[in-house]
């Protein structure tokens, strides 16, 4: 029998324990208070055990983005780097401080309304685990409740330890003719050279998935960048190359709904407008591509092994020809703790750019006009090439 209930049933000398927020004066305080820019230690495990479980929650008075303004990292075995480091709300599954329901096997965002955070990826450690909060807002972290779950045992020397790095890119288009490379006829792209990079790992370990998340200023449909995976650095054509953004995460023909499956889905789209012009398809409203959405692929029975190195990327549109902000945790497993990876981009930095609305459009609309005189109805660049 395999998935996650293969070893339900086994015997395993283990203690179970947990670590929470609860109030030890017995009274219903439940939670902690973190100022602007401190840093609490959540929780300090010793010796050798597995953390099974976590949960979360938490809001602030002063700050609607808190979930990305504030980081989790997470240290294994006396490391003085984390190998996990990543805001809070997009390690879980939740963009831009939103909050919105998300639905995995590892990671879910519940009920109300995707504000419970929480995890069950396995994290074996033998010397030790530490979990770590920084709030990098301007204002306090108001109320912060958890959970933190592990078992004390003995772990077995193939039990990896488990990483994950969040990583952000506005993305420029590597094109002779910028953006209108993105329609047809199609580039040519024979190298990775220009993807968005989300996992950059050195050593060896095993990868198993991502959440992406994609702010797309443009109506163009942005998944039509292929996915890339360079194992042990070997030379160009690498060995695992996909055909599309969708078809990496096991959807197909530019997906405009939520769908939320155990280890892959869509648990963010742009609006939709609520019909349709006489004569049209769905087919016909590119538009709709316009904005924010988040993607997710987990790779719990198909892990992507490697020896020396993995270097995962995604083309932004085909042939790396659009212009999108782009924001990615990716996870993965090694023997030992390594660092995450490069230093998180400062919090303001991680704010959600701001949404597209009818005005720009209409300024852009009013730039070509001016630039295109005897062009009033503004679509002349289709048959002017």
């Avoid at 959540?42 to 949960?55: K, N, R, V, Y």
């Avoid at 809001?59 to 805001?87: C, K, N, Q, T, Y």
């Avoid at 155990?262 to 609520?274: D, I, K, N, Q, T």
């Avoid at 719990?300 to 270097?311: E, G, Y």
């Amino acid at each position: 029998m395999n998935g996650p209930l293969a070893r339900l049933a086994h015997h395993r000398d283990a203690i179970s324990k947990r670590i929470s927020s609860y109030d030890q004066t017995g009274a219903n305080r439940d939670y902690r208070t973190v100022p602007a820019g401190e840093t609490v230690t959540i929780a300090e495990i010793t010796g050798s055990g597995c953390i099974t479980h976590l949960w979360f929650t938490m809001w602030s008075i002063g700050d609607p983005l808190i979930r990305s303004h504030v980081v989790l990292r997470m240290f294994w075995d006396e490391s003085e780097e984390p190998s996990v480091e990543a805001p809070i709300g997009e390690f879980f599954g939740n963009g831009w401080g939103e909050n919105y329901l998300f639905s995995s096997l590892p990671l879910i965002c519940g009920p109300r309304d995707g504000r419970a955070m929480v995890c069950y990826f396995p994290m074996p450690f033998k010397q030790g685990a530490r979990i770590e909060l920084e709030n990098q807002s301007e204002h306090e972290l108001s109320s912060l409740y958890y959970y933190v779950d592990f078992e004390t045992r003995d772990v077995a020397d193939d039990e990896g330890r488990f990483h994950a790095h969040y990583r952000q890119e506005l993305t420029e288009p590597h094109s002779p003719n910028g953006e209108m490379d993105a329609m047809p006829p199609v580039i040519e792209n024979p190298n990775d050279q220009g993807n968005y990079v989300f996992a950059d790992v050195q050593g060896p370990g095993h990868y198993v998935g991502i959440n992406y998340y994609i702010q797309s200023p443009t109506p163009l449909w942005y998944g039509e960048g292929d996915d890339m995976f360079r194992v042990d650095g070997e030379d160009w054509p690498v060995s695992l190359h996909g055909t599309g953004t969708e078809d990496y995460f096991n959807t197909a023909w530019s997906p405009e709904t939520e769908f939320h499956h155990p280890v892959f889905g869509l648990a963010r789209v742009p609006g939709r407008e609520p019909g349709l012009a006489p004569g049209w398809t769905a087919r016909d409203y590119h538009f709709w591509w316009l904005g924010r959405a988040h993607v997710y692929r987990f790779h719990l029975d198909d892990p992507i092994r490697f020896r020396k190195s993995l270097r995962g990327s995604l083309e932004h549109g085909h042939g790396n020809t659009l212009s999108l902000m782009l924001g990615s945790v990716a996870y993965w497993y090694q023997p030992t703790a390594q660092p995450a990876g490069p230093p998180l981009p400062a919090a303001k930095e991680r704010d959600p750019m701001p949404p597209i609305i009818d005005q720009d459009v209409h300024a852009w609309r009013a730039e070509w006009l001016k630039q295109n005189p005897g062009d009033r109805w503004g679509n002349r660049w289709r048959t002017n090439g």
